[in-house]
């Protein structure tokens, strides 16, 4: 798991929930060699239904393509003339330009409905997955391709991200949308099961879950930082107010009737990611797991939950419990891979807020 694009913001999240998307494009009608990428693109619910095949890319769908395994938070200033805000991809090109992906033409222009070259596109890719090559390529047109791609163009060829054919790699060609999903996955996969993590968290109190006999207490906490590692990701929460949790009734599948302190969050996972299976650990054992048939019914894409922070026996010493580890596993299927977010959450200490 390399170069991690990690995020941490506020906003209003759900309880459990799944995001999902439209019907896609069906992956079978992508040539045999682009044909595996696409089903994982439609797996993820990722794949594009308004692009066959054959559709000549854009700069803009690019820069929406690859924004949509990323976890890009940040929109840089609009100093474009050719950018508008209603425009369709406006928010991933100023996006992937916050980032040091994409570039304007030096004219103020960032030219979003031109069509891509496939220099162009190893260069976004090279800049996008932070890839780097040592020695020259021995494609027979190298010679062909502009001085200022022929790192890149060096870069995603040793990682097998972009391949060039019968020899040649063709810098001026103009690039499908079935090239850029082979690509993309290339690129996935060289990166590591996820590009990266946003967690939001949610800032309310007192909910009471529809049908249950008690309420829910909600803690109000920020969080502090998102760091990944070879490990998974951890995410240190920090309380702005020692609340004292109720006893919880049962608001949703695999939800567990004990005391203690609920915190929302918003999770939003980079890559290429179909969650089968939701798996939480407390002090080192299973304490309870969802699958794609009950709580993740046709989901793809982890929304939001509600992480477990307390997990105190009884109301009355929640309040006083200084800190709490959970682990969160996000996996693809029974034995595919798994996603590990541990949850390392802080009470404060007489303090009392808001979250930002």
């Known amino acids: 798991m390399r170069h991690k694009r990690i995020a941490a913001c506020t906003a209003a999240a759900l309880c459990i929930g799944m995001l999902t998307f439209p019907a896609s494009a069906a992956s079978e009608d992508f040539p045999a060699w682009a044909s595996q990428a696409a089903k994982r693109w439609e797996d993820c619910g990722k ?5 066959s095949p054959e559709h000549v890319m854009t700069r803009g769908e690019v820069a929406a393509a690859i924004d949509r395994v990323m976890t890009y938070t940040q929109e840089a ?5 050719d950018i508008r805000a209603e425009d369709a991809h406006s928010g991933a090109l100023l996006r992937l330009v916050d980032a040091g992906v994409l570039q304007g033409n030096g004219t103020g222009q960032l030219l979003p409905d031109a069509a891509v070259t496939r220099q162009e596109t190893a260069v976004m890719l090279a800049r996008a997955f932070h890839l780097s090559a040592g020695g020259q390529t021995d494609y027979t047109d190298a010679a062909e391709i502009a001085g200022w791609a022929e790192g890149a163009v060096s870069a995603v060829t040793q990682a097998g991200v972009m391949q060039g054919s019968q020899g040649l790699f063709r810098p001026a060609s103009t690039v499908t949308y079935a090239e850029m999903v082979q690509s993309l996955t290339a690129a996935v996969e060289e990166e590591g099961l996820t590009t990266g993590l946003i967690v939001r968290t949610r800032d309310a109190e007192g909910v ?4 249950a006999a008690r309420q829910v207490n909600d803690g109000k906490f920020r969080v502090e930082t998102v760091t990944a590692s070879e490990e998974g990701y951890t995410v240190a929460l920090s309380g702005l107010e020692a609340l004292t949790g109720q006893e919880a009734d049962s608001d949703g599948p695999g939800q567990p009737r004990e005391a203690g302190k609920w915190m929302g969050v918003q999770l939003q996972l980079g890559g290429l990611v179909r969650v ?7 002090d080192g054992e299973t304490w309870f797991q969802a699958k794609s048939s009950d709580a ?7 929304d939001s939950l509600m ?3 307390n997990g105190a026996e009884t109301a009355d010493i ?17 034995e595919g891979p798994a996603v590990k977010i541990t949850f390392h959450y802080t009470p404060a200490s007489g303090e009392s807020g808001t979250s930002e």
């Open 276 to 282: 089968e299976t939701l798996t939480y650990s407390r």
């Open 77 to 81: 200033e609009n100093r474009f003339t």
């Open 296 to 302: 993740l019914s046709e989901a793809h894409r982890l």
């Open 47 to 51: 794949l594009d239904q308004s692009m």
């Open 318 to 334: 929640d309040a006083n419990e200084v800190e709490k580890i959970s682990t969160l596993y996000l996996r693809q299927g029974e």
């Open 307 to 309: 992480v477990y922070v």
């Open 208 to 211: 009471l879950a529809e049908g």
